[in-house]
């Protein structure tokens, strides 16, 4: 583990053991996201990824904006941007999966597309061989993320999610459903992340527009999200993911 990853599971941890002395339902997102980390700091050492280096800064970047989030909301519950006031606010009672579906909602519509374009830099955009190369590793953390569906389901309902024999049914199904909706997010982000890089480039009011529109597009999923039922399915329906408005019309993908 490097010293970075290192340092951002200390953080992890520390902030879990606080959430769980307060039971704070936060603590199943928290729980889920530590474990992922660490499953995909075993990749990297496992040589899963072209570039390693690269994959461990954007790692550690990513999960800092969830938790610099988590830690203003703990200190000001109206402070965090929008989806995750969405996804920190909903109700203690529901079930840890939701919890735990409702932040990974905000975290990759909103806050993947922004660490992207944080370290991929304009020369990387520029370079079709370097950017392909980052859209592979991209798109293996998939691999990382499907292999942790059936540990998080035996993880969460150890933390108390009570399964009904409809639940135990569905199960299978319901990975499935993981895994789709992990492929379509994950094209939908890197179309976001074009979008936001191409706004750098005009200037940082024109980026900071469009992550507004970014952080509208989000909230609103998460809080369609909220409406319960069957959500993973409902899901593999109609997407996870959010496309930001397309430029010069009010079109977007939701």
């Not at 806050?111 to 590793?137: G, K, M």
């Not at 952080?215 to 930001?244: I, K, N, Q, T, Y």
Request: glycine residues 8%; charged residues 30%.
């Amino acid at each position: 583990m490097t010293a970075p990853v290192e340092e951002l599971v200390g953080r992890m941890r520390a902030l879990l053991e606080e959430l769980e002395a307060d039971g704070d339902p936060g603590r199943f997102f928290l729980g889920t996201y530590l474990r992922t980390t660490e499953a995909v700091d075993a990749a990297i050492d496992g040589g899963l990824f072209e570039d390693p280096d690269w994959v461990t800064a954007w790692d550690v970047d990513f999960a800092e904006f969830y938790l610099d989030a988590l830690e203003a909301h703990r200190r000001d519950p109206a402070s965090p941007p929008a989806p995750w006031r969405a996804a920190f606010g909903t109700d203690p009672r529901t079930r840890p999966e939701g919890h735990v579906l409702l932040g990974m909602n905000a975290h990759i519509n909103f806050d993947l597309p922004q660490s992207l374009v944080r370290v991929v830099p304009p020369a990387d955009f520029a370079d079709p061989a370097v950017l392909e190369r980052r859209r592979r590793d991209h798109e293996r953390i998939d691999a990382v993320l499907a292999g942790r569906v059936a540990h998080e389901d035996v993880a969460l309902q150890a933390a108390g999610s009570r399964r009904t024999v409809v639940d135990r049914v569905m199960a299978g199904a319901n990975r499935t459903a993981a895994r789709v909706l992990l492929r379509e997010s994950r094209r939908r982000v890197w179309a976001n992340t074009v979008a936001l890089h191409e706004a750098r480039l005009v200037g940082p009011e024109e980026h900071a527009r469009r992550v507004a529109q970014l952080e509208e597009v989000s909230a609103a999923r998460v809080a369609d999200l909220r409406r319960g039922g069957p959500v993973l399915l409902r899901l593999a329906l109609f997407g996870f993911g959010v496309e930001l408005p397309r430029e010069g019309g009010d079109d977007q993908v939701t």
